[in-house]
C-alpha cells in the first residue's frame, strides 16, 4: 500500500490531469445533448488546434495565449463549417458518427502531410512548473488548464439555464417542433452551439500543446475516455461534464498508484458501467 | 377575419390528411372544430400553427399570407398553440416553460405581467414553478401548455384537445378557462372530441369527418342535425 503523500499526490494529479478530459468532453457533451449529433472530429479539431499552437510557438515565437486568440475564433468558424454540412445534409445522430469519424480521419491525414508522424514536443520554460503545498507538488500549467475548464463549465451551464438562448437550446432538444412554435429558431443556434463545441476543442488544444506530446495518432487517445466522461456527465450537461472528468482523472491516477499504470485504461469505462448500473439519484 | 383558411389541404409524405378545409375565426370568437379520432383536426390546426406546411390552399392570418411564413415565425404573428398531449418541455422548469413563450422580443418585454397573469390564472403553478414540468399531474401540465401560450401575448389561442386525459373534474376547469382566455382579447379555436363541451363554449363551430368539413355553423343549429346526434351524442 502506497504511502499518505503519494495516494494524496495521486488524488491531486489526478483531479488536474481529469481537467483536461473534462474540457475535451465539454464540446462534444453540448452538440450531443443539444443537437444529437456525436461529434468524433471533436478530438481531431483539438489536435490542429495543438500542431498550431506548437507552429505558431516554434516557428513564429507567438505565445500560445496569443495564438490562442487567433486559433480558437478560426475553430469556432470550422464549427460553423462542420455544421453547415450537418445541416445541408440533414445529418442524423448516427449518420453524424460515421461523417465526424470521417473528418478526423481527413484532419489526423493533413496533419501527418503537414508536421509528419514524428512526435513532436512543444517547449516553454513553464511547461513543468511547478509548485509545493505542504508535502505536495502542483503542476502550474494543469492548475491553470482546470480553471479555464472550471470557468468555461460553469458560464457555459449558467448560459444555458439563465439565459433565454440557453433555454431555447435545451426546450428545442426536446421538442424542436414546439420551439419553434414559440418563435425558437433552432437551426440558427444550432450553428451557434456547433461553433462554441469547435472553440472549446480549440481552447483545449492550446492546452494540449503545452502539456501532451504530439503525434497525428494521438488524436484517437483520448477518445474512449472522454466518452465515458460525456456519458457519466449527462449529455449536454457542462458542469456534470467537468466533475466527471474530474472524477475519472482522480480515479485512473488513484488505481495507478495503488495497483499498477496499466490498470488505469480499465478504471474510465469500469467506473461507467458501475454509475449506469447504479444510475444514483443525484447524477 | 382574423384567421381565414381556404380549401387547404395537408398532408404527410404522400399522404393527404386534410381536404379543401375552409374555416374562419374573427377576433373575439371561440370556434370549435369538432369531429372523430383520425379525422385529421390535429393536422388542421398544426398547419395554422405553422408546424406543418399545407399543399395547397390559402392561410391568411390578419391580412398576412402564412403559407410563406417560416414555422419559427408564426408566433410573432400572434398565433400560440396548445398542442395535443401538452408537449411540455418535460426536462425544464415550470416557469422556464413558461418563459419559453414569451421566447420573443416582444413579448418578453411582457414577462413580468403575463407570468403574473398566468400564476393569477393557475396558482398552483406559483408554488410548483421551480418544480420539473414533467413532474406535474396531467391537469397541471395543462395548466402550463396553457400559460406557455398566453405568454405569447396570443392574438388567437389554438387549443388541440385540452380535455384529453383529463379527470371530469378539471376538465369543467379547462373549459372556463379557455372561455377566460376569449374573454381576455385573444380569439380562440378549439379542437375536441368532447362533442357538448366544445359546442356549449363555442361561437360557431365546424365538423371535420375524415379530412373534410362535412358542416358548420351555430352550435345549436349543429346539434339539430341527425347526422350530428346520432353520431356524436348518440340520439
Given at each position: 500500500m502506497p504511502s499518505a503523500t503519494l495516494l494524496g499526490q495521486a488524488l491531486i494529479s489526478g483531479v488536474l490531469a481529469g481537467g483536461m478530459y473534462g474540457l475535451l468532453a465539454l464540446g462534444l457533451s453540448l452538440s450531443w445533448g443539444l443537437l444529437r449529433l456525436v461529434n468524433l472530429s471533436h478530438f481531431a479539431l483539438a489536435f490542429l488546434a495543438a500542431y498550431l499552437t506548437y507552429e505558431l510557438g516554434t516557428n513564429?515565437?507567438?505565445a500560445p495565449w496569443w495564438s490562442a486568440m487567433l486559433i480558437v475564433p478560426a475553430m469556432f468558424a470550422m464549427g460553423l463549417a462542420q455544421h453547415w454540412i450537418f445541416d445541408k445534409f440533414k445529418v442524423n445522430e448516427l449518420a453524424s458518427l460515421l461523417i465526424t469519424f470521417s473528418f478526423a480521419i481527413i484532419l489526423e491525414v493533413a496533419i501527418q502531410l503537414y508536421w509528419t508522424a514524428d512526435y513532436r514536443r512543444y517547449e516553454?520554460?513553464?511547461?513543468t512548473m511547478s509548485f509545493k503545498v505542504g508535502p505536495f507538488y502542483i503542476p502550474v500549467l494543469e492548475l491553470i488548464l482546470c480553471l479555464v475548464a472550471g470557468v468555461l463549465a460553469w458560464g457555459t451551464w449558467l448560459w444555458l439555464r439563465k439565459t433565454y438562448v440557453g433555454k431555447a437550446l435545451r426546450a428545442a432538444a426536446e421538442d424542436a417542433d414546439i420551439a419553434a412554435a414559440y418563435g425558437v429558431d433552432h437551426k440558427k443556434l444550432a450553428y451557434l452551439l456547433s461553433g462554441m463545441g469547435a472553440a472549446y476543442a480549440g481552447i483545449a488544444g492550446t492546452f494540449i500543446a503545452l502539456i501532451a506530446t504530439l503525434a497525428?495518432?494521438?488524436?484517437?487517445?483520448w477518445l474512449g475516455v472522454v466518452f465515458a466522461v460525456v456519458i457519466i456527465g449527462r449529455l449536454g450537461n457542462p458542469l456534470g461534464a467537468l466533475f466527471a472528468g474530474m472524477l475519472i482523472g482522480a480515479s485512473e491516477s488513484i488505481a495507478m498508484a495503488?495497483?499498477?499504470?496499466?490498470?488505469a485504461p480499465v478504471v474510465s469505462f469500469s467506473l461507467l458501467i458501475v454509475i449506469l448500473l447504479w444510475d444514483p439519484e443525484w447524477l | 377575419m382574423l384567421l381565414e383558411a381556404r380549401n387547404l389541404h395537408v398532408g404527410y409524405g404522400d399522404a393527404?390528411?386534410?381536404?379543401d378545409v375552409s374555416l374562419d375565426v374573427a377576433a373575439g370568437e371561440i370556434v370549435s372544430v369538432i369531429g372523430p379520432n383520425g379525422a385529421g383536426k390535429t393536422t388542421l390546426v398544426n398547419a395554422i400553427a405553422g408546424l406543418l406546411r399545407s399543399r395547397s390552399g390559402e392561410l391568411r392570418f390578419d391580412g398576412s399570407d402564412?403559407?410563406?411564413?417560416r414555422s419559427h415565425d408564426y408566433c410573432s404573428h400572434g398565433i400560440a398553440l396548445v398542442p395535443e398531449g401538452r408537449?411540455?418541455?418535460?426536462?425544464?422548469s415550470v416557469e422556464e416553460n413558461l418563459e419559453l413563450g414569451c421566447y420573443l422580443p416582444a413579448a418578453r418585454a411582457a414577462r413580468a405581467q403575463s407570468l403574473e397573469r398566468v400564476y393569477g390564472l393557475f396558482p398552483i403553478l406559483r408554488d410548483k414553478?421551480?418544480?420539473?414540468?414533467?413532474?406535474?399531474s396531467g391537469g397541471q401540465q395543462q395548466m402550463v401548455a396553457i400559460g406557455r401560450a398566453l405568454m405569447a401575448q396570443p392574438r388567437i389561442v389554438l387549443f388541440d384537445e385540452?380535455?384529453?386525459?383529463?379527470a371530469p373534474t378539471i376538465v369543467d376547469d379547462m373549459f372556463d378557462i379557455i372561455k377566460r382566455v376569449r374573454d381576455d382579447g385573444a380569439a380562440v379555436l378549439l379542437v375536441e372530441q368532447n362533442v357538448l363541451k366544445a359546442l356549449d363554449i363555442a361561437d360557431r363551430a365546424y365538423v371535420l369527418e375524415q379530412g373534410r368539413i362535412v358542416t358548420s355553423g351555430l352550435p345549436a343549429d349543429i346539434l339539430k342535425q341527425p347526422h350530428i346526434r346520432e353520431a356524436y351524442l348518440g340520439v
Open positions: 513564429y515565437h507567438v516553454t520554460h513553464y511547461s497525428p495518432a494521438q488524436i484517437w487517445t495503488v495497483l499498477s499504470p496499466a490498470w | 393527404t390528411a386534410v381536404w402564412m403559407t410563406r411564413v408537449r411540455l418541455f418535460v426536462k425544464m414553478r421551480a418544480q420539473l414540468a414533467g413532474e406535474l385540452p380535455s384529453l386525459g383529463l
